[in-house]
């Protein structure tokens, strides 16, 4: 196995071939490279629940692979949410059912359409399990570290459903190009460019559309008062800004007129005007 250790005492170890051993079944197990230090070791023990799946889902993203809740088991008395008995597996653990076939009509056509799944279950032993302790510690009782695959490449961690969050400081910058007129997507390639790269960005494209979809339900039909809300605002910092609107029948916000110093002005020295502005009418 050849290693390549960084000078920096706190970076991760890059392990460029995974040790392989075998198993007496002769199936091949596959063991992530990591540092030492944020790999878990049986029988260590943690102060609480949250600090002992913490721990695991860092050395799971360190190692490229995603991890999810197993099976857990409640004490026969306690307080509730204090588990007994913590199971986290490898989101690729056991296998899914297979369905049934459906019955054929006797014109030949199925009673109903069944989709065409990916497989994402392959069986993979990974897993950790914590007990609780007397003193309402948790302690590592089993750690398999194997996997029945090789986990994801360091080129394609950014893919990972936990490495895909979008930041405080991302979200108000889509919310600023929305502003400019510029999507989702547009967004994200300005991110990447400011970033320097898709593997700096930390989310997927899908995610800043997302949150541009969500962004704009959540204003749904208050577009409009939020709309004369800025006027209002405007008028209190500015107290020569006019503007005045009109709502249809439905209460929905159908014409608007304004008119800051600059447009008052302009209008006392050469009166009645019109203005258009083409900037989004190129050559038409």
Same mark, same amino acid.
């Given at each position: 196995?050849?290693?390549?250790?960084?000078?920096?005492?706190?970076?991760?170890?890059?392990?460029?071939?995974?040790?392989?051993?075998?198993?007496?079944?002769?199936? *091949?197990?596959?063991? +992530?490279?990591?540092?030492?230090?944020?790999?878990?070791?049986?029988?260590?023990?943690?102060?609480?629940?949250?600090?002992?799946?913490?721990?695991?889902?860092?050395?799971?993203?360190?190692?490229?692979?995603?991890?999810?809740?197993?099976?857990?088991?409640?004490?026969?008395?306690?307080? +509730?949410?204090?588990?007994?008995?913590?199971?986290?597996?490898?989101?690729?653990?056991?296998?899914?059912?297979?369905?049934?076939?459906?019955?054929?009509?006797?014109?030949?056509?199925?009673?109903?359409?069944?989709?065409?799944?990916?497989?994402?279950?392959?069986?993979? +032993? @990974?897993?950790?399990?914590?007990?609780?302790?007397?003193?309402?510690?948790?302690?590592?009782?089993?750690?398999?570290?194997?996997?029945?695959?090789?986990?994801?490449? +360091?080129?394609?961690?950014?893919?990972?459903?936990?490495?895909?969050?979008?930041?405080?400081?991302?979200?108000?910058?889509?919310?600023?190009? @929305?502003?400019?007129?510029?999507?989702?997507?547009?967004?994200?390639?300005?991110?990447?460019?400011?970033?320097?790269?898709?593997?700096?960005?930390?989310?997927?494209?899908?995610?800043?559309?997302?949150?541009?979809?969500?962004?704009?339900?959540?204003?749904?039909?208050?577009?409009?008062?939020?709309?004369?809300?800025?006027?209002?605002?405007?008028?209190?910092?500015?107290?020569?800004?006019?503007? *005045?609107?009109?709502?249809?029948?439905?209460?929905?916000?159908?014409?608007?007129?304004?008119?800051?110093?600059?447009?008052?002005?302009?209008?006392?020295?050469?009166?009645?005007?019109?203005?258009?502005?083409?900037?989004?009418?190129?050559?038409?």
């Amino acid at each position: 196995m050849n290693l390549s250790q960084s000078s920096n005492a706190n970076s991760i170890t890059t392990v460029i071939t995974p040790s392989c051993p075998v198993i007496p079944s002769g199936i *091949n197990e596959f063991i +992530p490279p990591c540092n030492e230090e944020i790999k878990p070791k049986l029988h260590q023990v943690f102060q609480t629940l949250k600090e002992a799946e913490d721990f695991y889902e860092n050395y799971a993203k360190v190692c490229g692979f995603e991890p999810r809740l197993g099976t857990t088991k409640l004490p026969t008395r306690g307080a +509730p949410g204090e588990y007994k008995l913590r199971n986290v597996l490898y989101n690729r653990a056991g296998f899914r059912e297979v369905p049934k076939e459906k019955n054929v009509t006797e014109e030949g056509s199925s009673t109903s359409q069944t989709r065409t799944r990916m497989i994402t279950r392959v069986g993979c +032993p @990974a897993r950790i399990q914590f007990t609780r302790q007397d003193n309402k510690t948790y302690k590592v009782n089993i750690f398999h570290e194997c996997h029945n695959h090789i986990t994801t490449s +360091p080129d394609s961690m950014m893919f990972l459903k936990g490495n895909k969050n979008m930041t405080s400081v991302q979200k108000n910058f889509v919310a600023k190009a @929305a502003h400019l007129k510029l999507g989702g997507v547009k967004a994200f390639r300005g991110w990447k460019e400011l970033s320097g790269g898709y593997n700096n960005v930390g989310a997927s494209e899908n995610d800043f559309k997302s949150f541009v979809r969500d962004m704009k339900k959540y204003i749904g039909d208050f577009d409009g008062q939020m709309f004369i809300e800025n006027f209002m605002r405007k008028k209190e910092m500015c107290k020569t800004f006019y503007f *005045n609107f009109q709502v249809d029948d439905d209460n929905k916000l159908c014409r608007v007129f304004w008119a800051d110093t600059i447009n008052i002005k302009n209008y006392l020295l050469f009166g009645d005007m019109m203005s258009v502005d083409s900037t989004y009418r190129t050559n038409k």
